[in-house]
Protein backbone atom coordinates (compact mmCIF):
# COMPACT_ATOMS: atom_id res chain seq x y z
CA UNK A 1 0.00 0.00 0.00
CA UNK A 2 2.48 2.34 1.05
CA UNK A 3 4.86 1.84 -2.46
CA UNK A 4 1.10 2.17 -4.36
CA UNK A 5 1.06 5.77 -2.50
CA UNK A 6 4.62 6.55 -3.40
CA UNK A 7 4.28 5.62 -6.84
CA UNK A 8 1.06 7.85 -7.36
CA UNK A 9 2.92 10.58 -5.64
CA UNK A 10 6.08 10.23 -8.27
CA UNK A 11 3.51 9.95 -10.90
CA UNK A 12 2.02 13.43 -9.99
CA UNK A 13 5.70 14.74 -9.33
CA UNK A 14 6.90 13.52 -13.25
CA UNK A 15 3.12 14.80 -14.88
CA UNK A 16 3.51 17.97 -12.72
CA UNK A 17 7.21 18.34 -14.32
CA UNK A 18 6.25 17.30 -18.03
CA UNK A 19 3.08 19.51 -17.97
CA UNK A 20 5.61 22.87 -16.15
CA UNK A 21 8.56 22.27 -19.37
CA UNK A 22 5.41 22.03 -21.76
CA UNK A 23 4.24 25.21 -21.15
CA UNK A 24 6.92 27.36 -20.30
CA UNK A 25 7.32 29.77 -17.52
CA UNK A 26 5.11 33.15 -17.65
CA UNK A 27 6.28 35.82 -19.73
CA UNK A 28 6.38 39.19 -18.16
CA UNK A 29 5.87 42.70 -19.54
CA UNK A 30 9.66 43.21 -19.28
CA UNK A 31 10.40 40.33 -21.98
CA UNK A 32 7.73 41.10 -24.07
CA UNK A 33 9.07 44.60 -25.07
CA UNK A 34 12.63 43.29 -25.15
CA UNK A 35 12.08 40.12 -26.89
CA UNK A 36 15.32 40.14 -28.41
CA UNK A 37 17.48 40.05 -25.76
CA UNK A 38 15.37 37.37 -24.25
CA UNK A 39 15.45 35.32 -27.31
CA UNK A 40 18.81 32.44 -27.19
CA UNK A 41 20.47 32.04 -30.20
CA UNK A 42 21.06 28.06 -30.93
CA UNK A 43 22.92 26.73 -33.70
CA UNK A 44 21.14 24.25 -35.43
CA UNK A 45 24.67 22.93 -37.64
CA UNK A 46 26.41 22.85 -34.12
CA UNK A 47 24.07 21.29 -32.83
CA UNK A 48 24.35 18.38 -35.82
CA UNK A 49 27.90 18.69 -35.52
CA UNK A 50 27.95 18.05 -32.03
CA UNK A 51 26.11 14.52 -32.31
CA UNK A 52 27.01 13.59 -35.71
CA UNK A 53 28.38 9.36 -35.18
CA UNK A 54 30.87 9.92 -37.44
CA UNK A 55 32.26 12.73 -35.89
CA UNK A 56 32.24 10.66 -32.67
CA UNK A 57 33.41 7.40 -34.36
CA UNK A 58 36.24 9.30 -35.81
CA UNK A 59 36.82 11.16 -32.40
CA UNK A 60 36.71 7.48 -30.66
CA UNK A 61 39.43 6.18 -33.21
CA UNK A 62 41.96 9.26 -33.07
CA UNK A 63 42.10 9.75 -29.23
CA UNK A 64 42.74 8.01 -26.38
CA UNK A 65 39.67 6.74 -24.02
CA UNK A 66 40.18 9.21 -21.47
CA UNK A 67 40.70 12.02 -24.05
CA UNK A 68 37.91 11.09 -25.80
CA UNK A 69 35.55 10.73 -22.75
CA UNK A 70 36.55 14.25 -21.58
CA UNK A 71 35.86 15.17 -25.55
CA UNK A 72 32.74 13.57 -25.53
CA UNK A 73 31.12 15.03 -22.42
CA UNK A 74 32.44 18.65 -23.62
CA UNK A 75 30.47 17.75 -27.19
CA UNK A 76 27.33 16.94 -25.39
CA UNK A 77 27.29 19.34 -22.82
CA UNK A 78 27.72 21.71 -25.65
CA UNK A 79 24.58 19.88 -27.28
CA UNK A 80 22.72 20.33 -24.58
CA UNK A 81 23.08 23.96 -24.07
CA UNK A 82 21.79 23.98 -27.91
CA UNK A 83 18.54 21.82 -26.82
CA UNK A 84 18.00 23.78 -23.53
CA UNK A 85 18.58 27.29 -25.93
CA UNK A 86 15.59 26.23 -28.50
CA UNK A 87 13.38 24.97 -25.55
CA UNK A 88 13.93 28.15 -23.74
CA UNK A 89 12.76 30.17 -27.27
CA UNK A 90 9.89 27.71 -27.81
CA UNK A 91 8.64 28.75 -24.18
CA UNK A 92 8.66 32.40 -25.13
CA UNK A 93 6.82 31.87 -28.30
CA UNK A 94 4.42 29.29 -27.27
CA UNK A 95 3.18 32.21 -24.61
CA UNK A 96 3.49 34.77 -27.70
CA UNK A 97 1.14 32.44 -29.50
CA UNK A 98 -0.83 31.78 -26.45
CA UNK A 99 -1.85 35.53 -26.27
CA UNK A 100 -2.55 35.69 -30.52
CA UNK A 101 -5.29 32.43 -29.91
CA UNK A 102 -7.62 35.23 -28.19
CA UNK A 103 -7.27 37.69 -31.31
CA UNK A 104 -11.12 38.86 -32.38
CA UNK A 105 -9.42 37.82 -35.79
CA UNK A 106 -10.31 34.53 -37.02
CA UNK A 107 -7.10 34.17 -39.44
CA UNK A 108 -5.01 35.27 -36.69
CA UNK A 109 -6.61 33.31 -33.99
CA UNK A 110 -6.08 29.91 -36.30
CA UNK A 111 -2.31 30.67 -36.78
CA UNK A 112 -1.49 31.61 -33.46
CA UNK A 113 -3.21 27.83 -32.20
CA UNK A 114 -0.81 25.96 -35.05
CA UNK A 115 2.06 27.73 -33.23
CA UNK A 116 1.14 27.02 -30.28
CA UNK A 117 0.81 23.13 -31.01
CA UNK A 118 4.43 23.16 -32.80
CA UNK A 119 5.99 25.09 -29.65
CA UNK A 120 4.74 22.36 -27.84
CA UNK A 121 5.87 19.52 -30.08
CA UNK A 122 9.28 21.67 -29.88
CA UNK A 123 9.17 21.29 -26.09
CA UNK A 124 8.54 17.97 -25.91
CA UNK A 125 11.14 17.14 -28.23
CA UNK A 126 13.93 19.21 -26.18
CA UNK A 127 11.84 17.28 -23.15
CA UNK A 128 13.07 13.96 -24.38
CA UNK A 129 16.49 14.41 -25.94
CA UNK A 130 18.22 16.25 -23.12
CA UNK A 131 17.57 12.94 -20.80
CA UNK A 132 19.86 10.88 -23.85
CA UNK A 133 22.45 13.54 -24.02
CA UNK A 134 23.10 13.12 -20.40
CA UNK A 135 22.60 9.12 -20.66
CA UNK A 136 25.56 9.38 -23.47
CA UNK A 137 27.52 11.43 -20.99
CA UNK A 138 27.21 8.81 -18.29
CA UNK A 139 27.26 6.01 -20.56
CA UNK A 140 30.22 7.12 -23.32
CA UNK A 141 30.21 3.48 -24.71
CA UNK A 142 26.26 3.21 -25.11
CA UNK A 143 24.73 3.30 -28.14
CA UNK A 144 21.94 5.55 -27.50
CA UNK A 145 19.81 7.58 -30.35
CA UNK A 146 19.50 10.84 -29.07
CA UNK A 147 16.96 12.79 -32.58
CA UNK A 148 15.45 9.61 -33.58
CA UNK A 149 12.46 7.88 -31.91
Same mark, same amino acid.
Given at each position: ?????????????? !???? *??????? #??? $??? @??? %? +???????????????????????????????????????? !???? *??????? #??? $??? @??? %? +?????????????????????????????????????????????????????
Amino acid at each position: MIFTLILVFVAFLA !LGFF *VRQTKGR #ALT $AEV @LEN %L +AEHIRAADVEVFRNLVDPEKEKSLRTNLPPTEFRRVQRER !LRAA *VDCVSCV #AHN $AAI @LLR %L +ADAGRCSPDPATAEAAEKVVDNAIRLRLCAIQIIPRLYLRMILPGACVNVVGG
